[in-house]
């Protein structure tokens, strides 16, 4: 009897089972606005890199068309990186807005109702007009400047301020130089003459910043200050080559009159310049005033580029905290940047301006736990 063959033939082709891509929902969408067009604003948030990096991490991110042209940037850069180019009206409609200054009114109101605003802080802030329209809406607003990092340092802020800071240097050696109608005069001395006086007034980040661009132009710089303890930081921040001087009425007329360029900023104490100096003013000088004019407007691709980095962090951060809400709940350095939250005003400084009543957002945080 021949044994029966019980050997089974194995199928070894392996098997493929068809499997489901699962489309990764955006998290949310993030909306890009032009700058408005009767401003000289030049600045942007947003570089198409940076926008990239957010893409990526599931944000779904709406440009409006041309916005970026200030920055010298197509809408074609932004594409690449997976960046939606849409309507101005589409991009209101985005979940959070980012804008460099405030919105206007009417902008306010296509936005969606409990939507999230984010910007610089600027004069618009203080429209009682703007201020009753994120309310109406319900808008959730916060300015970027006003957030505070972990270590309570005003990130934002800084880089701008830095900027502007450098900036007024490239302004002041502009103005001088024979292209730019002055006299062909260089801030750094060579053999055998003097270099350019450089008063500054003031203290912080852009008046810390300018310093250190102007003697490292060769520029001999004095910074003046109504307080002597700012004075001692600005030493360590700036190094020992800065010449600081406590500002008395005799000092500062002597060092007015001698300097090639002046500039004012915020001083740690109240300081006006006063009118009376104008005489003594050389003819060539050239003074700028921080309160009045920002230099960054002229370099406005640095400043995409350095908020950019801050703004990928935060969003990231927002992300891990489940939203927007989450995050300003859980984070108290951004608790101090926001304007409107939940159809009440929570800014004590924009409330005193417009005589409105305010709330302390940590009440009302508390009050939703």
Partial sequence: MSAQNTTTDLDLETKLSPVEEKIKEPSFSLGLVANYTDTDETRFLLTPEGSGLLTSSGIKVLM????????????????????????????????????????????????????????MMGKGVFDINVIKALLDKEIVCGCFDNFLSFNNEPV????????????????????????????????????????????????????????????????????????????????QVCGENLNTIAIHPRVLFNRVKSADVILIGECTRPFEFPKNLSPALKDSVYLLN????????????????????????FFDDVILKGGIHHMIATTPGVQTGIITFHGKLVDKLIGSFLNLPSVDIKVMLAATN
Avoid: W
Avoid at 164 to 178: C, F, K, T
Avoid at 293 to 307: E, K, W
């Fill in 290 to 313: 921080f309160q009045e004019t920002h230099p960054s407007i002229s370099v406005p691709r640095t400043v995409a580029m350095a908020l950019s980095n801050c703004l990928v962090n």
């Fill in 64 to 119: 409006e068309k041309g916005a970026a042209r200030d920055i010298s940037f197509p809408d074609a850069s932004y594409r690449e990186f997976g960046v939606n180019i849409v309507s101005r009206t589409e991009a209101l409609k985005a979940d959070v807005v980012l804008s460099y200054r405030p919105l206007h009114p009417h902008d306010i109101h296509k936005m969606k109702k409990g939507a999230a605003l984010f910007t």
């Fill in 156 to 235: 934002f802020a800084n880089i701008v301020d830095e900027i502007d800071g450098r900036g007024s240097i490239i302004y002041a050696q502009e103005y001088l130089s024979y292209l730019g109608g002055g006299k062909g005069v260089l801030l750094a001395g060579v053999a055998g003459i003097n270099p350019c006086e450089i008063l500054i007034i003031g203290d912080g980040t852009v008046v810390y910043s300018a310093a250190k661009a102007a003697m490292a132009a060769g520029a001999f710089v004095t910074l003046m200050n109504n307080d002597i303890s700012a004075l001692q930081m600005a030493k």
